[in-house]
């Protein structure tokens, strides 16, 4: 036994994820956008660039298009909801910087 307050066994109460659970792509189809997003994560070491945002985007939206996960406003996901903004402008820069 210990003396030490810290070391008690207390009652976790679990919770749930906030947006619930999602499938995983077990077919791959977002894989190609998962890895732009992540090479650019990379690329920027892992600063919040608005670039890698727009790949975010890009990656959401077939996650929702492939009902992998549920549709959701862009502005409740944190991302810009711009119609001028480009993803592809962006692969392009991303591309160019390789």
Known sequence: ?????????????????????????????????MQE????????KGENAPNCRLLAK??????????????DDWKHLGLPSDKSDSVSDVERNATDKK
């Open 37 to 44: 997003y992540l090479n650019c994560i990379k690329l920027v």
């Open 1 to 33: 036994m210990s003396a030490n307050p810290g070391n008690s066994l207390k009652a976790l109460s679990p919770t749930p994820p906030e947006r619930g659970s999602f499938p995983l792509d077990h077919d791959g189809e977002c894989t190609t956008q």
């Open 58 to 71: 890009k990656y959401l939206k077939c996650r929702m298009d492939n009902r992998l996960m549920d549709k």
